[in-house]
């Protein structure tokens, strides 16, 4: 019994671990605002097609709309409850959504907010996403229902009710993030509503959930609502399918509550890895991409099997989160490129794409005036469809880097060394850096100010093969720079530090 009991355990946990993604796709890609009508689209003519293995969804929750500033990003982390209706569509959207991306074998992943509701100051009325009338005054979210009983305000310990000391696991836990009532997820009923909440998302057919603000949740309380998760609708995976779990715990390092607490529930951001993988990049603070040879568990960060990694993500990208400065964004396209296409390349993590909207930056002494704009947007605040043009890019200010050549590439890349072992790593000493995945791919950077012209072990069978970074195979033909391997497994090498992209990648696929 008790065998049974630990091995039921360890199932589930192990299990929350796995992406659950098909036909050897490996990749998400972060759709970040997009409307559940332009994803459910893109599943079938963009993300089958190229390989993609999930989205990632914002919260689909109904969220608080909020005049100042007019209706930010942000606001969708407001719920001010769980109906299925959002600034991204209502719950007949996001089911069709769900069923025609799980017809083409791409994964929904949730946003779930699950840590607080909306803002103390959120006041009275119906300016919600559906209409539905709450009183963040009162506490009072007559669509779950959560009243007042159910906030921890009675077990913050602070003068204000607010986090005011980050060294102190208990106010990070039990005090208000910013202002937004705090759930309390101690209580069997608030646990009870969260888990009905994300298993309604599993019937519809979600493959699992990125947890939002974990580090303001007990692992205790989340462990007890995870155990709460039905398994994946059978209608698209297998019997048992766990779903699959990964908490945004921000720790770069110096707090007392660390990322390692929550890997035994699921997986985790690792922030590190976009912040360092930034700082190599930019070559700030003495660092090289020969740096790179140990990148992964030797610089400190969780346990491959435990995180799930980016560049960049919506927080970050924009000043707010954690990483500072050195966070690579689509504003830095080229580095932006060389740093997902690393990304890709090792073997390190479950990998998300950020897709991203521009918006209009307003620098005052290094901030970002305008961090906190909204999708783009009509004037009534609707947020626009994502247009496709002809050369397949994305209109309205949709940047789409998941549709970038380079970055679609990588992703495909991904899926044909998966599984293959880091290997025949070379670097010169200084920003020039290779190294294959098995016999199955193999990848040069050259981030130097200075030419990269040598032979390198490429560990693939002799061939001619199409560089993904500056074309694409067609046929038997290449649109971009061809790379020859001899028999050896050797090729001649030369990238200009002048190239638009100053990287090669070729792979088994891509052989001519
Ligand atoms: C590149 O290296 C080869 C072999 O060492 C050499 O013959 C060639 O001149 C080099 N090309 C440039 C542009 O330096």
Request: net charge neutral.
């Amino acid at each position: 019994m008790k065998l049974l009991i630990l091995a039921a355990f360890l199932g589930l946990s192990f299990a929350q671990f796995n992406p659950n993604t098909k036909y050897g796709r490996t990749s998400i890609v972060h759709l970040f605002e997009w409307r559940w009508k332009d994803i459910a689209a893109e599943c079938e003519r963009y993300l089958a097609p190229n390989g993609y293995g999930g989205v990632q969804i914002s919260p689909p929750s109904e969220h608080i709309v909020l005049n100042n500033p007019f209706r930010p990003w942000w606001q969708r982390y407001q719920p001010i409850g769980y109906k299925l209706c959002s600034r991204s569509g209502n719950e007949a959207e996001l089911t069709d959504m769900v069923t025609r991306c799980n017809n083409v074998g791409v994964n929904i992943y949730v946003d779930a907010v699950i840590n607080h509701m909306c803002g103390s100051g959120g006041g009275e009325g119906t300016h919600s996403s559906c209409g539905t009338w709450f009183s963040a005054n009162r506490k009072d979210f007559p669509s779950v229902p959560y009243s007042g009983w159910d906030f921890n305000d009675g077990k913050c310990k602070t003068s204000n009710g607010e986090i005011q000391n980050y060294h102190d696991i208990y106010q990070v836990r039990d005090c208000r993030l910013v202002g937004l009532l705090d759930l309390a997820l101690e209580k069997d009923y608030v646990r009870g509503k969260v888990a009905e909440y994300m298993n309604k998302l599993i019937d519809i057919g979600v493959a699992g959930f990125r947890v939002d603000a974990c580090k303001h949740m007990w692992p205790g309380d989340l462990s007890n609502v995870y155990g709460r998760l039905k398994n994946l609708n059978t209608k698209w995976f297998s019997s048992g399918s766990r779903p699959f779990i990964y908490q945004e715990v921000i720790d770069l390092g110096g707090e007392p509550i660390t990322a390692s607490e929550y890997t035994g529930l699921g997986r985790v951001t690792e922030f590190k890895f976009s912040a360092k993988l930034g700082e190599v990049v930019r070559k700030w603070n003495g660092q090289k991409m020969a740096y790179l040879r140990n990148w992964g568990e030797g610089w400190s960060f969780l346990p491959s099997d435990k995180s799930l990694v980016f560049i960049d993500n919506h927080d970050n990208q924009r000043g707010h989160g954690a990483g500072g400065a050195s966070v690579l964004t689509f504003w830095d396209s080229r580095m932006y490129k060389m740093a997902t296409g690393f990304m890709l390349a090792h073997p390190y993590g479950v990998t998300r794409v950020m897709s991203s909207y521009r918006w209009d930056r307003y620098f005052v002494n290094g901030k970002d005036q305008n961090d906190w704009m909204g999708p783009p947007a009509y004037s009534d605040g609707t947020t626009k469809p994502v247009p496709i043009n002809p050369d397949t890019t994305c209109g309205d200010n949709w940047v789409c880097e998941h549709r970038w050549r380079q970055i679609r590439n990588m992703v495909i890349f991904r899926n044909v060394v998966n599984g293959q072992p880091f290997s025949n790593w070379w670097d010169n000493g200084n920003n020039q850096i290779a190294f294959s995945r098995g016999n199955r791919g193999f990848i040069v950077i050259n981030n130097d100010d200075w030419e990269l012209n040598t032979t390198l072990n490429t560990g693939l069978p002799a061939g001619t093969y199409c560089d993904v970074i500056s074309g694409d195979k067609s046929g038997s033909t290449c649109t971009g720079k061809q790379v020859t391997v001899g028999g050896d497994g050797r090729a001649s090498i030369r990238i200009s530090n002048m190239d638009e992209d100053p990287f090669i990648a070729i792979h088994a696929d891509s052989k001519l």
